[in-house]
Protein backbone atom coordinates (compact mmCIF):
# COMPACT_ATOMS: atom_id res chain seq x y z
CA UNK A 1 0.00 0.00 0.00
CA UNK A 2 1.11 3.29 -0.51
CA UNK A 3 1.48 5.91 1.95
CA UNK A 4 -1.36 8.13 1.41
CA UNK A 5 -3.83 5.33 1.04
CA UNK A 6 -2.66 4.09 4.05
CA UNK A 7 -3.47 8.06 6.01
CA UNK A 8 -6.17 8.00 4.02
CA UNK A 9 -7.54 4.90 5.29
CA UNK A 10 -6.90 6.15 8.92
CA UNK A 11 -8.66 9.15 8.92
CA UNK A 12 -11.65 7.21 7.39
CA UNK A 13 -11.92 4.52 9.66
CA UNK A 14 -11.46 7.75 12.79
CA UNK A 15 -14.11 9.62 11.08
CA UNK A 16 -16.40 5.68 10.76
CA UNK A 17 -15.88 5.29 14.33
CA UNK A 18 -16.97 8.49 15.89
CA UNK A 19 -19.97 8.76 13.21
CA UNK A 20 -20.81 5.13 15.06
CA UNK A 21 -20.42 6.93 18.40
CA UNK A 22 -22.49 9.56 17.65
CA UNK A 23 -25.18 7.20 16.46
CA UNK A 24 -24.99 5.56 19.42
CA UNK A 25 -25.36 8.53 21.85
CA UNK A 26 -27.94 10.45 19.61
CA UNK A 27 -29.83 6.89 19.70
CA UNK A 28 -29.30 6.37 23.46
CA UNK A 29 -30.80 9.98 23.52
CA UNK A 30 -33.91 9.20 22.17
CA UNK A 31 -34.44 6.07 23.69
CA UNK A 32 -33.70 7.53 27.15
CA UNK A 33 -36.33 10.76 25.74
CA UNK A 34 -38.65 7.86 24.82
CA UNK A 35 -39.02 5.87 28.06
CA UNK A 36 -38.91 8.77 29.81
CA UNK A 37 -42.50 9.85 28.40
CA UNK A 38 -43.98 6.38 28.74
CA UNK A 39 -42.85 5.27 31.99
CA UNK A 40 -44.18 7.07 35.10
CA UNK A 41 -41.76 9.91 36.43
CA UNK A 42 -39.02 8.19 39.46
CA UNK A 43 -39.14 4.92 37.10
CA UNK A 44 -38.58 6.79 33.54
CA UNK A 45 -35.47 8.87 34.84
CA UNK A 46 -33.98 5.85 36.86
CA UNK A 47 -34.18 4.23 32.78
CA UNK A 48 -33.11 7.11 31.20
CA UNK A 49 -30.02 7.86 33.57
CA UNK A 50 -29.29 3.83 33.36
CA UNK A 51 -29.60 3.53 29.17
CA UNK A 52 -27.14 6.64 28.77
CA UNK A 53 -24.61 5.87 31.18
CA UNK A 54 -24.89 2.23 29.90
CA UNK A 55 -23.90 2.88 26.08
CA UNK A 56 -21.00 4.52 26.07
CA UNK A 57 -19.66 1.94 28.61
CA UNK A 58 -20.76 -0.63 26.01
CA UNK A 59 -19.29 1.24 23.39
CA UNK A 60 -16.13 1.81 24.94
CA UNK A 61 -15.67 -2.24 26.00
CA UNK A 62 -16.95 -3.12 22.27
CA UNK A 63 -13.91 -0.65 21.09
CA UNK A 64 -11.38 -2.50 23.86
CA UNK A 65 -12.22 -5.63 22.30
CA UNK A 66 -12.17 -5.11 18.53
CA UNK A 67 -7.91 -4.05 19.51
CA UNK A 68 -7.30 -6.88 21.53
CA UNK A 69 -6.89 -4.86 24.92
CA UNK A 70 -9.60 -5.89 26.83
CA UNK A 71 -9.33 -9.86 28.18
CA UNK A 72 -8.28 -11.64 31.08
CA UNK A 73 -5.15 -10.74 32.99
CA UNK A 74 -4.10 -7.94 30.21
CA UNK A 75 -3.02 -4.33 30.86
CA UNK A 76 -2.88 -1.12 29.00
CA UNK A 77 -3.84 -2.02 25.90
CA UNK A 78 -3.22 -6.00 26.01
CA UNK A 79 0.46 -5.50 27.41
CA UNK A 80 0.54 -8.24 30.28
CA UNK A 81 3.89 -7.01 31.13
CA UNK A 82 5.20 -4.01 33.27
CA UNK A 83 7.76 -1.20 32.52
CA UNK A 84 11.44 -2.39 31.87
CA UNK A 85 14.15 -0.26 32.15
CA UNK A 86 17.24 0.18 30.07
CA UNK A 87 20.18 1.15 32.41
CA UNK A 88 22.23 4.06 30.63
CA UNK A 89 25.27 3.30 32.73
CA UNK A 90 25.74 -0.14 31.42
CA UNK A 91 22.70 -0.68 28.94
CA UNK A 92 21.35 -3.37 30.64
CA UNK A 93 17.42 -4.48 30.72
CA UNK A 94 16.06 -4.68 34.42
CA UNK A 95 13.10 -4.15 35.93
CA UNK A 96 12.78 -1.76 39.31
CA UNK A 97 14.62 0.78 41.11
CA UNK A 98 18.31 -0.09 40.60
CA UNK A 99 20.44 -2.01 37.85
CA UNK A 100 21.37 -4.82 39.34
CA UNK A 101 24.71 -5.20 37.47
CA UNK A 102 26.49 -1.92 38.10
CA UNK A 103 23.74 -0.22 41.03
CA UNK A 104 23.30 3.03 38.93
CA UNK A 105 19.71 4.63 39.60
CA UNK A 106 19.88 6.50 35.95
CA UNK A 107 17.83 4.33 33.36
CA UNK A 108 15.29 4.94 31.17
CA UNK A 109 11.62 3.16 29.98
CA UNK A 110 11.53 0.32 27.57
CA UNK A 111 8.02 -0.05 26.15
Given at each position: MTKTYKV?????????NYRTYLIFLF????????LQMLLPWP??????????ILFPLFLRRRALKRMGGFGEGSG???QSQGVKYIC???????????CPRCGSKMKRADF
Open positions: FDTRLSAVIGSLAVSIGYGLITALAIFFFGLTCSNRFKGGS
